[in-house]
């Protein structure tokens, strides 16, 4: 399994950005692709997931800023009213049977 992960970069504040990952290889089709970040000396959180059933789950600090949606195998994060809290090495996740598979980390700057 491999995760592909485009997107980031650096926004001011109020700002928006996307984030696009690619899942490939062999994995069970019930499974849930995400979005996890992890801000300088924090622990890695979940920010947003959706099944591939279509259910989503959303951190509450994000709810009603970000969006996120997928198309068979990739997962998007629409990241709009940004702010400097939202700075962070955002990681984008598979679960499937239970195995957590991580892509490589984007960086997102927001600026004040």
């Known amino acids: 399994v491999q995760l592909q992960a485009s997107g980031g970069g650096l926004v001011q504040a109020g700002g928006s950005l996307r984030l696009s990952c690619a899942a490939s290889g062999n994995f069970f089709r019930i499974n849930r692709l995400g979005w996890y970040r992890q801000a300088p000396g924090s622990q890695r959180e979940l920010v947003a997931d959706?099944?591939?059933?279509?259910s989503t789950n959303y951190a509450d600090s994000v709810m009603g800023r970000f969006t996120i949606s997928r198309d068979k195998n990739t997962v998007y994060l629409e990241m709009n009213s940004l702010n400097s809290e939202d700075t962070a090495v955002y990681f984008c996740?598979?679960?499937?049977?239970?195995?957590?598979?991580w892509g490589q980390g984007t960086l997102v700057t927001v600026s004040s």
């Open positions: 996740n598979l679960k499937v049977l239970k195995q957590n598979f």
């Open positions: 959706v099944a591939s059933s279509g």
